[in-house]
């Protein structure tokens, strides 16, 4: 075995105010087989919970707490849970609304609480109908000013007449001009038109989908609604819209697919400055792109894709000013949904692993930044020693201000677990292990994790041959 050489770039971190940096993957929402059968396929943070709906009907399998649920449920303590029986049919767009209300849609009917036509709101409790559709379907939900937008493939939404799109005011469904039009007919398409994708960003709402009309003005396949009227993005894009997400600066951000003869094909990723279309190119091996998100500066890609088949990372991505690059080491599968919220980036899809060596099923989320509360000190520290050391295996001493459940990890710095080890309870004190550094890991830049009682602290480092 080779011996190594390994520097040390700080011998502990202290948190004691303020954030810190950390990337890591969160497997809590789908490790032991948890997470849900199938992929999700809409995700909304509502009361400091994860909560997702789509077409799976069971979660916590391989446990005694094994739920059958009606397709939707959130996590909380470490386990999925229910709403009340759910609904029953599948869910295909979620959001959180003001005054602690979700919303959800699907060709749903009934709830335990009451009737439904495919569209209700949850308050924590019971479940409540909202007036909605006769006929058609829901794809995309999202809130802005205390106002519900609804939007997908419709005519008419609690017997008022819209054009695949509404807003909820005060609990009545208003139209947003003419909404949409498909004048130009394609016999390979549907004949009404469709909305697949909503976004906001500044008071203006986004809409993509399969269109050639907004209001009473041509737009490609995409526009904003500024609150009076429908306004046109330049000559707007080629392909059916799929996933819209917004920057900081305003720069739109669109995913599309083209089709060719009986092949759907990805088109490239666009970005709109408020004056004309940038295209961004697509990852590679690029099958579909499923979800766009962005944390306002770095935009985040969910598909179906290679990023580096030998390491099995594969379906998400990030794009930035230097292109795209992988993302936590990716999932062994393909991603359909993203949703970024508050520093973590919850990703679903079909897949049974994270950055290749972590088993996780259809559910995970990409920690990038663990929060402190102001003013609060700590006494848990990790260090590492002999600094420098020659030799084949580390000592790492770590101290607990309180017993509890820890794991310690060795990662890149992306957040890419290379082993984990010494997981258990330990009680309050200071704890030292002897670890044995493996022939496998390569030179480079690398940090000691420890995890313990919710709370993230890491030791840089260099390993050198």
């Not at 924590?124 to 802005?144: C, E, F, P, Q, V």
């Not at 609604?225 to 894009?237: A, F, K, L, Q, V």
Request: glycine content about 12%; hydrophobic content about 40%.
């Amino acid at each position: 075995m080779k011996a190594r050489l390994l520097f040390l770039t700080g011998l502990c971190l202290f948190f004691q105010s303020g954030r810190a940096q950390i990337y890591y993957w969160d497997i809590s929402y789908g490790k032991n087989l948890i997470g849900p059968e199938s992929a999700p396929a809409a995700m909304a943070i509502y009361d400091d919970a994860l909560y997702i709906g789509g077409q799976f009907r069971r979660l916590n399998s391989n446990t005694q707490d094994i739920l059958q649920t009606g397709y939707i449920a959130f996590m909380k303590n470490g386990k999925w849970n229910g709403l009340n029986g759910g609904v029953n049919a599948p869910i295909t767009a979620m959001c959180s609304g003001s005054n602690s209300i979700l919303h959800t849609a699907g060709p749903f009917s009934r709830c335990i609480d009451a009737q439904l036509q495919g569209i209700a709101s949850w308050n924590g409790m019971r479940w409540s109908a909202i007036k909605g559709l006769s006929a058609g379907s829901i794809n995309a939900l999202i809130t802005h000013d205390n106002i519900l937008y609804a939007a997908g493939i419709f005519d008419t939404i609690g017997h008022v007449p819209a054009a695949s799109i509404a807003a909820l005011i005060q609990g009545e469904w208003h139209p947003l001009g003419h909404g949409f039009k498909k004048t130009k007919m394609n016999p390979t398409s549907n004949l009404l038109p469709e909305i697949k994708a909503l976004a906001k960003h500044n008071g203006y709402i986004y809409a993509g989908g399969d269109f050639d009309t907004a209001g009473i003005i041509p737009a490609q396949n995409i526009a904003y609604w500024d609150g009076i009227r429908w306004n046109s993005m330049g000559p707007g894009i080629q392909g059916e819209v799929d996933a819209i997400t917004v920057l900081n600066n305003g720069h739109v951000i669109v995913a599309s697919t083209i089709t060719k003869g009986n092949v759907i094909l990805p088109a490239n990723l666009m970005s709109w400055n408020g004056n004309k279309w940038k295209e961004l190119g697509l990852p590679p091996g690029c099958i579909s792109i499923n979800a766009l998100e962005t944390d306002g500066r770095q935009i985040f890609v969910g598909g179906d894709f290679i990023m580096d088949s030998t390491r099995n990372d594969y379906g998400l991505a990030i794009l930035d000013e230097s292109g795209f690059r992988s993302l936590g080491g990716g999932v062994r599968g393909i991603i359909t949904k993203l949703l970024y919220d508050n520093g973590t980036l919850y990703c679903a899809g079909n897949f049974l692993r994270v950055a290749d060596s972590m088993a996780c099923r259809n559910v995970a989320a990409y920690v990038f930044e663990q929060k402190a509360e102001p003013n609060k000190s700590t006494s848990t520290s990790i260090s590492i020693y002999p600094n420098p050391n020659q030799q084949d295996f580390v000592s790492i001493s770590f101290k607990l201000e309180d017993a509890g459940q820890v794991e310690l990890c060795l990662t890149m710095t992306d957040g890419r677990v290379l082993e984990c080890f010494a997981q258990g309870k330990y009680e309050k004190g200071i704890h030292e292990i002897t670890k044995v550094l493996h022939d496998g890991i390569p030179s480079g830049h690398y940090q000691c994790m420890l995890k313990h009682n919710g709370q993230i602290i890491s030791v840089p480092m260099n390993i050198i041959h």
